[in-house]
Nanobody, 123 residues
Framework: QVQLVESGGGLVQAGGSLRLSCAAS????????MAWFRQAPEKEREFVAS????????YYADSVKGRFTISRDNAKNTVYLQMNSLKPEETAVYYC????????????????WGQGTQVTVSS
């Protein structure tokens, strides 16, 4: 089973940037679509961005378009989320997830999840 480990979270001021990483174990990383979701306190987990197996196709939540960029390096078994112009309301735990069935924007399509990394944006 593939294990996912996120890193790169932290405290940043509004308008700042962070780059999250998600490292996957195993040798089949390039077979899976990947995504980032986030969950704020007392809110449901929500889609942020996803990327196809070869990185050719990416999808974003409307709220992050133009500010966040998802990318992947299959040689390093890693997916990234570059977050710019962060807002306080984007404070959440950010999770990476893996889909064996394709690249989607819905939570139910993703089979494996990391433990999450906290992102806190101060005003």
């Amino acid at each position: 089973q593939v294990q996912l480990v996120e890193s790169g979270g932290g405290l940043v001021q509004a308008g700042g940037s962070l780059r999250l990483s998600c490292a996957a174990s195993g040798r089949t990383f390039s077979m899976y679509a990947m995504a980032w979701f986030r969950q704020a306190p007392e809110k449901e987990r929500e889609f942020v961005a996803s990327i196809s197996r070869n990185g050719a196709n990416t999808y974003y939540a409307d709220s992050v378009k133009g500010r966040f960029t998802i990318s992947r390096d299959n040689a390093k078994n890693t997916v990234y989320l570059q977050m710019n112009s962060l807002k306080p309301e984007e404070t959440a735990v950010y999770y990476c997830a893996l889909s064996r069935s394709g690249v989607y924007t819905v939570l139910s399509a993703y089979d494996s999840w990391g433990q999450g990394t906290q992102v806190t944006v101060s005003s």
